[in-house]
């Protein structure tokens, strides 16, 4: 078997943990004590956990989140979502091959009583909007419960390597968002007021003002007075051949697989989707030692910062705008993908096809809020709030401020002594969430001599950790104060401090002291398991990753509190001011196959819902026969049938819709089954189901 764990990882600690046995088809094999199952699979090099009974093709891991069923293994005999149970010692894991084959009934449990416990407030999801509400509600003394379905708070921000962007006062700016999500998580903990249930799902709000939670197994009623909806978002399918193969994943599921269990998933890994997500995840492999192919993105931009984009571009990695991608080619598996360019309409060109060679293809074109909960405390008439992406889609740095102000209307509710939140918040909460703005042109300032920053960042976005550190008070926001573009006018000391926060690694120090014609420029450096040493030859790049020449590393300094490396380069004086960092990735990795793959089938023959097997084409015959009502569609295909409940298909279908010329207004929605995930009907009378999943 393979040995798919990263040994060494730039940011992230490689501790050593206990190794236990379990069994796969019979086969014994190794894992981490208390990893998920599907973790440990694919650290064996195992990717494919089974073949769906419809048509016989391999599934494997989508979103590693529990929103969708593509991961199911029989463990010990009971069908589970691989991504959400923990590996045992000495566990028999069996892939799916067709319908599983449920366990006899030896006995019929007797009921027994339900544990049901009262709280003021429930919170659903202890990621960066959960957790920053529940701090303030233990703060003001409000008996608070926090669940989430994970075995450690901070939701996404423990997958995230990179520095936040965002306010240093109140986001902790500058700071990566792995530290900031443990640091909220002790805050939370330590708070008498706050309890805590982890490895804990939310499956119903009841009419009759409960909510059943499923706690390491076993079921539970909790009765609050107000509900924190801060759940989050799961992530969005997308429609194109081939698009059912094993290898394709969702950004939160390559980033839990990377950065939370230190497995690497692919050797080369192409990215559909430009927006920050898409970009981070780009990032984050090359940190895991993966080759980045490229990223394609429809729009003529891509809709991330521009900074996030210009560090790939930087690193070697090519981004090609106004793309989609056409197929995945493979049997089972990935094994190359092909994009084509799009024109206005988004209508790929024919005759613009490319193919590249990959092994996994990263899906990062969006999320949905995770809104559910919602609706059935609105049924049931209890007070719901929500924050975070289960409001409204944003930024991490977002979600902890609006977390914050969710926690405090809620405490004012409840009757605490809370002043009224200046409107200040409400607008700072404005800024944070922000799309970013236009991009200006850059200029660089004048002078040759003595020490100086380069402000490489050119677009407006809520940042302001550079002006923050700045010891001589030098670098300055032009307009707002967090939105602004910054700049330098003053006197430079060259302490670094600058260029070592800057989450955009935007910002390279120009120091003329030593030689006037051959200056050093020290850029930031994150990805240093791609090594670089004083005395080699590193290949210089500009903003846009344009190769200006060889230069020659005349130090490197490890900076062990932020884990950023400083490395100085000698650049003559004329191209000095343009160089913001080197290639560290060779262009063979993103080389274009000699031929383009075309595609067999059109676009119609993609998988609109993975659990049913059921294609765009089947779904766009009804619509075009007239069929507007979901639930038919349901009827007829199977549609939103499956084991996810229809969180992976509906945005698809209703896509179609819009395609036909549609409006929604005219679209009966699916009607939601009245549990959230799948659960044993034995663990809704009392029986332990000894996992998450029953």
């Not at 995230?160 to 006062?169: A, D, L």
């Not at 006018?489 to 070592?500: A, I």
Request: aromatic share 6%; proline share 5%.
């Amino acid at each position: 078997m393979e040995n798919n764990r990263i040994s060494e990882h730039p940011i992230l600690p490689v501790e050593e943990r206990e190794d236990i046995r379990f069994y796969w088809n019979k086969s014994p094999l190794s894992a981490k004590a208390n990893e998920m199952i599907s973790s440990a699979l694919i650290a064996n090099g195992v990717m494919a956990f089974g073949r769906h009974h419809r048509d016989d093709t391999a599934q494997g891991i989508f979103c590693a989140n529990g929103q969708c069923s593509k991961c199911m293994v029989i463990a010990n005999g009971v069908p589970v979502k691989s991504c959400m149970t923990a590996v045992r010692e000495n566990m028999f894991v069996e892939s799916v091959d067709g319908l599983p084959v449920l366990p006899p009934i030896n006995e019929v449990p007797a009921l027994i009583d339900i544990e049901e416990t009262h709280t003021d407030v429930l919170i659903i999801g202890g990621g960066p909007a959960g957790a920053s509400a529940a701090i303030e509600l233990g703060q003001k003394g409000i008996r608070t419960l926090v669940i989430d379905d994970k075995n450690e708070l901070g939701g996404k921000l423990v997958l995230q390597t990179h520095k936040f962007f965002g306010s240093v006062e109140d986001s902790q700016a500058g700071t990566r968002g792995n530290q900031i999500g443990r640091m909220l998580a002790e805050t939370v903990t330590t708070n008498p007021h706050i309890t805590v249930w982890l490895n804990s799902t939310a499956i119903f709000i009841f009419k009759d003002k409960k909510v059943g939670i499923l706690k390491d197994g076993t079921y539970k009623l909790v009765v609050p007075r107000v509900i924190l909806n801060a759940a989050g978002a799961r992530e969005k399918f997308l429609s194109f051949a081939g698009n059912s193969l094993v290898g394709i994943y969702g950004a939160g599921a390559f980033q839990t697989l990377a950065n939370r269990d230190l497995i690497r998933p692919s050797t080369k890994l192409f990215i559909v989707g430009g927006g920050n997500v898409g970009l981070i995840a780009g990032y984050h492999a090359l940190q895991a030692g993966i080759g980045v192919v490229g990223l394609a993105e429809a729009l003529p931009v891509c809709g991330g910062y521009k900074v996030h984009a210009d560090k790939l571009k930087r690193l070697g990695v090519p981004i090609y705008t106004s793309h989609t991608v056409l197929s995945a080619n493979g049997k089972d598996r990935v094994e190359s993908v092909t994009i084509a360019q799009v024109d206005r309409n988004f209508v790929p060109i024919a005759g613009t096809e490319k193919s590249f060679a990959c092994d996994t293809i990263l899906i990062a074109v969006g999320l949905n809020s995770i809104d559910e909960f919602t609706q059935e405390a609105q049924g049931a008439g209890i007070p719901i709030f929500a924050a975070g992406d289960a409001l409204e889609i944003a930024e991490a740095s977002s979600a902890m401020f609006n977390g914050k102000i969710a926690g405090l209307t809620i405490a004012k509710e409840l009757g605490a002594d809370v002043a009224e939140i200046p409107e200040s918040w409400h607008a700072k909460a404005e800024i944070l969430k922000s799309h970013p703005g236009p991009i200006s042109e850059q200029k660089f300032p004048a002078g040759e001599e003595g020490v100086m920053p380069l402000i490489h960042c050119l677009q407006e976005i809520p940042c302001n950790p550079c002006i923050t550190v700045c010891p001589t008070k030098s670098i300055t926001i032009c307009g707002d104060p967090l939105m602004g573009l910054p700049d330098y006018s003053g006197s430079c000391t060259g302490c670094l401090k600058c260029v070592s926060i800057c989450p955009g690694l935007a910002i390279t120090l120009v120091d003329f002291r030593k030689n006037k014609e051959f200056p050093e420029v020290t850029v930031p450096y994150e990805v240093f398991n791609y090594r670089v040493k004083k005395g080699e030859k590193v290949k210089a790049v500009d903003i846009n990753g344009d190769l200006i020449g060889e230069m020659e590393v005349t130090g490197v300094v490890d900076n062990k509190k932020n884990k950023t490396q400083l490395v100085r380069i000698r650049v003559p004086k004329d191209q000095a001011k343009r160089v913001v960092s080197f290639r560290i990735q060779d262009e063979s990795v993103s080389r274009p196959l000699p031929k383009a793959i075309i595609p067999d089938q059109d676009a119609d023959s993609a998988k609109l819902c993975l659990c049913e097997r059921v294609s765009v084409g089947d779904v766009r015959a009804l619509v075009r026969k007239g069929i507007t009502d979901i639930n038919q569609i349901k009827a007829i295909t199977r549609a939103g049938m499956g084991a996810c409940g229809s969180k992976t298909c509906e945005t698809i279908i209703k896509g179609i819709f819009r395609q036909e010329g549609i409006p929604l207004q005219k679209v009966t929605s699916n009607t939601k089954r009245p549990v959230f995930i799948e659960v044993p009907l034995g663990i809704l009378a009392g029986r332990n189901g000894g996992s998450n999943n029953g």
